[in-house]
Structures are given as C-alpha cells and as structure tokens.
C-alpha cells in the first residue's frame, strides 16, 4: 500500500521527527476541548491522507507526531461527538468555529511577487481582515480570536466565541459575504435627494444631489463613502475629453451645455462635504453635489469597478461557509516549506517576518543536490542556486527539499 | 402584561403562565359547553392556514373575548398534534406568524413590539443612534433574516461593533420570523393527544382533513403525478447520481433522497420502483429502510426531509453546485417545486437517455 519512499522523504521524515522530538513545546494546548477534534495528516512521499482519527490525550498526539512525522498535520474546526466515526453523521457535528482563510491565491497582485514579497502583502491585507471586518465591525475581541501564520503563504482567523459555534454555512456564508462585498446592494446606503434646485422662478428644477453615509459610518457605509471619494476624484482627474468620453458613453443624448454643467459639479466637489456633514437632525452625513447624470454613473459602476476590489476584505470563501474544515494544526511543520504553524498576538503580527520567526530548523551544513534551479531565502540565508550540488543551512536544506527542488546527497 | 396583550400573542411565555396561573385545564377546554367560542376560533386558526388570507384578526374588547382569544392558541395546538402532518404544521406556522405581523405593526406602544420580540428570541438592545429602533447582535439577525431578499444580507446593513441597527418594521419581520421557526420546531414535536381530541372535534376533524387533503392534491398536482429528475435539487441530483454509481452514500443522503421522493407523493412501492432503475439494487435489503422511513411499518412515523440547513451541516449540499433557486429556498421540497413551474410539460414518452446519464448531466 505504501509508495516507495524517496531518499528525501526519509531525510525530511527523520528531520521533522527530530524536531518534534526536540519540541516539547504543547501544541494542542491552543486546540480546545481536545478530544472532541478529528485530526487529519499526509506523509512525505505518500499520497493518502490519513483522517477520522481522534486523539485522547494530547500525549497520543505528540507521539504520534515523533513517531510517524506527518509533513502535514491537521485538525478540524468542527468538534465532534466522536470523531473517530467515517460519516458525518455518525461522527456527531457539535459545532465548529468560524474560519477566516487568506492565502496569497485571495490577493490580487501577489501572484507576480517572489515569495517574501508575497508573504509581507498577504499580511497587510491579513491585518486588515482582523483589524477592520473581524474586530471592529463584527465585534469579536481579540481573546475570542486564534491568530496563525499557516506556515505557507497565508494566515488564519480563527474566531472561538462560543456564539460563533453554532453558525450553519449559511450563516457562515453570509458572513464571508459581508467580508467579501457580494451582494452589495448600493441602494440600501446612499439615495439622491433634492437639496438645490436650478434656475429660477417658474423655471426652477430639481437638480439632485446624492447623500452618502459618512466616512466614520461603521461597517460598509464607511467604506462606501471613501470609495465614492476615490471614484470621483479618479473621474475628476481625467483630462475634459475624457471625462466627456466616459460621460457620452454612459448617456445617450447628453448636451454639450449639460456636459459642461457636469464637469464643473466635478470640478466644484468639496472633499469635506462629501465627508460629512452635520444636518439638523443631528446625523452626520456626506453631501455629493453632482447631477443625477453622475449619480447613475455611480451606482452602474461604483461596485464592480471601484468600491469592491478597493474596500473589500479577501477571504477564501469555501472555507469560512465550511462547517467541517480541517486546518493546520498550530505548532506543525508545514510539508512544502519545513517553517511552522505559529500562533500569533496581534501586536506581533506586524513586526512578524515567517522567514525569520517561522523557522524550525537551524544552520547546521547539509550538503545536497539542487534539481532545479531555485532561489532560496530563509533564516538569513539567501541564495539563487543552479542545478548541481551545493551545501546550505539546514532550514534552507529542508524548505528546498520540501519544494522539491533538491534531495539530500 | 394585561390579557388583552396576551391575547393578541398568545406564544410568549407570560401568556402560558397566565393561563397556568387562572387554572385552567386542557381536558375543560375541549369538553366544557362554557369554552365553545374557545374551540370554535381555535378551529378556526387550523384552518385559516390553509386559506389564502390566512388566520383572521380578531378584536377582543372584552375580558372575556380576549381570554377565548388567548385560549383558542393552545386547543388549536391540540388539534394540530392530532392531526399530526408536517405540511399543515408549515403553513400554520407561517398563518400565525403573518397575523403576530400584522398585529405588532399597528400597535401603538413600541414597547409592545420590544417585549413581544424579545420573548420570541429576538433579544433587542437599545439602539445607539437617533434614527434606529434598536439594535441586534449581528449572529441573532443572522438567524432570523429571511433568506430571499438582498436587502436582509448581512453586508447591507448598518454593522457596527457587531449589532446591526434596525427599524421597527425590521424589527417587526425577524419577529415574525422567529415565531415562524419556533413553531414549526414545537408544533413537530408535538405527542398525538389522546381520545380528547378526537372527541372534542368529531365534525370539525374530519372537516380539516378533508381540506387539508384537499390541498394537498393540489400540492400534488404540481408534481404532475410523475416525478421530474430535472427538477431536482442539486443536493438529490447528487445523491441519486451517487446511487446509481453504486458510491457509498452516507446514511443522511439515502435517508433524504427518500423522504423527498415520499413527500412527492410516491408511497414505499413506488419509491423501492424508482431505485430498481439502478442496476443490481438489492430490493430487500432496501426494502425494510424504505418502508421504515415512509412509515409504512415500525411506528408509522413519516420522516420529513431535511432541509438545506441539516444538508449542510451532514455535508450532504454540495455547496459548489447551489445555482440561483438554491438561495431562494431553505428546503429541497420548494426546490423541485419552483424549479418544476419553469420546466415544459412532461413529455408523454419516456426519455431517450437513461435516468442515470439525465442525472449525471443536469447535476
């Protein structure tokens, strides 16, 4: 049943063993209620992946790490009533926490970035998931929060209050959407209203104007206003033409006179009011002072081109609606990269750097054999190596055979 | 609280302690000449459910009509529990629900509304702005919203700190929402009553079946007599994808399938017809489960379908595949049935291509 092992899988095996031997270090403490989780693991070089298997005591757990060295280890998000059973419903679902997942595969841009750029990008967008949706809109504080470095290219949010446990995916899907901006319906935060009209006596209209929530409105209307600000100024920055262009393509028939009325609406837009403003009722609200022509180019393109991909949070959708994940196992080694699962403070997020902090292995010198061409850096070491045999520090040993970009000589 | 506000929601825990406190028995209810009126309105709620205006408000001036009022909410659970049938207990959860609507909407005192609310789990916090009614906890509105509509998804609302702000006819909506959800968990738990009951109704029962049958068939009707592959879910597509692949279904998916098709209206034969299209289906071993689950032996307890909520906690739903009526609904049931009105008519012969390959294909 076993596949045959590479000589690389044995090295990686017994150096992962090793270091759960040298690591007494509790990692199931930060897994609660122990004995209620699956644990999932994948073995250098073997295809299958070992699940449904319950851990009694942590002790089960740390032998069964030094015994048989998983390059992957898992745990699920969901706590069972046992979790040795195969089928669902046998196992007894009592509930999971909520899951937030941001790998660098979430963010937009990070796909043409060397691997520590990527890293230092999918932990600002991470900090700001945390900070902006997890903690301040949906309220949760941060001792009801796991935080982890995945040990990859990403991060999890992971969110133990007891409330959250009982969510069902469609619960949970709504929350992801609330992160990600889908199904924003524009019309339910900011509406035209007639302030001023034009012209005079019998020949006096209505001109619209557009109030929008504040820029300290909680939850998305904040983040709607800065958007409308950064979309007008955007549009307002155009050179005439094409500001004409972008306006005659959205409208049939629109007069030249009409145009030039619109344009000087743009260029007459008090950043301040559209901030805020005080109205008599006492609600602060901000005033967008643009013909109607604007506001319904606003509201066609404010979502999908503008306000979503610049306020949003990213997320990985599928496994926040999860209500069964199985996720890293904190204080694991993860099998294509050889750093650790950490668990992290969020005051320690910002000055966290995975390829310095994350790091299990240490310097010792491993001579092997480069396969294919790579560049690595880690530990301090940094090094673009061509195919042929080289000698290294052992962290950057074990991450390039993790790759497989190298095996042991 | 005074009776004539208890009258008007009976559900709220205050109003069964009130009818606990002033003595009154179940068995007096059903058979004392003085409680007529109470077993005449309760008749009367069972079947306003299943007419288009629903439930009929009443206004109770008196002491008196409110406590026949008040009382008329348990006999009719009294009925409901004899009549033990899981459509009827929907559409009477919904009646209910949409008369406590239109009743909080025209009360004057809001802090009807808050108490109201509040008692069916809707735990209101006082609002911290000027132009909402209150605030709720982002995870309770989460539980209540009605599912269809954009304007009730969590990213259109006022979310802040974790409480979303609302209006009183937000309020409102959850509120009626709530009880909904409430009843149809409560009313299904129900034990059969025992001879009471029947005695107490021995015209009005048969009555209530009859219309109750009555919808039924139309209900039925929609299905067009056979049942439509095409029109299935995708979490059934699946599941009978699976079947015929001979995969190994988890026990939930199995048990659902045949729920859904029962509740089509096929009995125990019809279903154990439907599998036999599967090449080599062991008939017997099937047969005992399939006529369990149809209640056709053991008990006689016709298992409901799950509904996408329980799909998705067993991990039945295949949640990748969940097309644009999947949101709409919250139960497979209403799946096939809003998917079955945009279908063409059943073509008389029976289609070219094997139920299996039609199956693998829509699903």
């Known amino acids: ?409 | 609280m005074d009776v004539q506000l208890l009258a008007r929601y009976p559900y709220v825990p205050l109003a069964r302690e009130y009818v606990k406190a002033q003595g009154y028995q179940l068995g007096d209810l059903l058979v004392d000449a003085a409680f007529e009126r109470v077993r005449r309105r309760a008749v009367q709620r069972v079947k306003g459910s299943m007419e288009r205006d629903g439930i009929a408000d009443v206004a109770a001036a008196t002491e008196a009509e409110s406590e026949v009022e008040l009382l008329s909410y348990p006999v009719a659970r009294l009925l409901l529990a004899e009549l033990h049938d899981p459509y009827l207990t929907s559409r009477y959860a919904v009646a209910e629900s949409k008369l406590l609507n239109e009743r909080l909407s025209s009360e004057q005192d809001d802090r009807v509304v808050w108490t109201v609310a509040t008692a069916l789990g809707v735990p209101l916090e006082a609002a911290s702005d000027t132009e909402s009614f209150a605030r709720l906890h982002f995870l309770d509105f989460l539980r209540h919203a009605p599912g269809r509509d954009p304007s009730w998804k969590l990213v259109n609302q006022r979310l802040s700190a974790g409480f979303v702000s609302l209006d009183r006819a937000r309020v409102v909506r959850l509120t009626e929402q709530a009880l909904k959800d409430r009843l149809e968990d409560e009313v299904a738990e129900l034990e059969r009553p025992g001879r009471e009951v029947a005695k107490a109704f021995p015209k009005e029962l048969p009555e209530l079946t009859t219309i109750l049958a009555a919808h039924r068939a139309r209900f039925a009707q929609d299905t067009s007599g056979e049942v439509r592959i095409e029109a299935f879910p995708p979490c059934m597509k699946a599941i009978w994808g699976g079947i015929q692949a001979h995969v190994n279904i988890p026990h939930m998916g199995r048990f659902a399938i045949v729920t859904f098709l029962h509740k089509l209206g096929m009995d125990s034969e019809a279903v154990l017809k439907f599998f036999s299209q599967v090449p080599d289906f062991d008939v017997n071993k099937s047969r005992y489960q399939i006529e369990h689950i149809t209640g056709k032996i053991g008990g006689g307890t016709e298992y409901s379908t799950p509904g996408c909520s329980t799909m998705q906690t067993y991990g039945i739903c295949p949640l990748e595949q969940r097309d644009e009526v999947c949101f709409s609904i919250t139960h497979p049931l209403n799946y096939y049935r809003k998917r079955l009105r945009t279908l063409p008519p059943a073509k008389p012969s029976p289609p070219a291509t094997p139920p299996a390959q039609e199956a693998a294909n829509a699903g």
């Open chain 1, 1 to 409: 049943m076993q596949d045959e092992l590479r000589p690389q899988d044995v090295w990686l095996s017994e150096r992962f063993a090793d270091y759960y031997r040298r690591n007494p270090t509790p990692m199931p403490a930060v897994v609660e209620r122990f004995r209620e989780r699956e644990f999932g693991f994948l073995f250098h070089g073997q295809k299958f992946f070992l699940r449904h298997v319950g851990m009694p005591t942590p002790r089960e757990l740390r032998q069964f790490m030094i015994q048989r060295a998983p390059a992957h280890a898992y745990y699920s998000t969901a706590f069972y009533q046992d979790p040795n059973a195969k089928t669902m419903v046998e196992k007894g679902w009592r509930g999971a926490e909520l899951i937030f997942d941001l790998d660098a595969d979430h963010v937009p841009g990070a796909e043409k970035l060397g691997y520590r750029a990527q890293l230092e990008k999918v932990k600002d967008h991470f900090l700001r998931l945390v900070e902006d949706f997890v903690m301040r809109d949906f309220g949760f504080a941060e001792k009801d929060l796991l935080l982890t470095f995945s040990g990859g290219r990403g991060y999890h949010c992971h969110v133990l209050h007891g409330r959250a446990l009982g969510l069902n995916s469609a619960e949970r899907r709504e929350i992801v959407d609330f992160v990600t901006g889908t199904g924003l319906q524009l019309n339910a935060f900011i509406r035209p209203m007639t302030l001023r009209t034009k012209g005079f006596g019998r020949f006096q209209k209505a001109d619209n104007t557009v109030v929008i929530p504040a820029d300290d409105e909680p939850g998305w209307g904040g983040r709607i206003n800065e958007a409308i600000r950064l979309h007008l100024a955007a549009l307002k920055a155009l050179p005439a033409e094409k500001k004409d262009d972008v306006l005659r393509m959205n409208f049939n028939g629109i007069t030249k006179a009409r145009l030039l009325t619109l344009q000087k609406d743009l260029d007459h837009l008090d950043e301040d009011r559209i901030r805020g403003v005080r109205f008599p009722d006492g609600t602060r609200r901000g005033i967008v002072d643009v013909g109607v022509e604007i506001y319904k180019y606003m509201e066609r393109t404010l979502t999908f081109d503008t306000l979503v991909p610049l306020a949003k949070g990213e997320t990985d959708e599928p496994v926040t609606s999860d209500v069964k994940r199985l996720i890293r196992l904190p204080g694991s080694l993860h099998g294509k990269s050889g750093l650790r699962v950490v668990t992290l403070d969020l005051d320690d997020i910002r000055g966290f750097d995975p390829l310095a902090d994350a790091v299990a292995f240490g310097t010792e010198p491993i001579r092997i054999r480069v396969e294919k061409p790579a560049n690595v850096d880690v530990a301090g070491f940094q090094a673009d190596l061509p195919v042929g045999e080289a000698t290294v520090p052992e962290a950057a040993a074990v991450m390039l055979m993790c790759r497989g970009a190298a095996v042991p000589i």
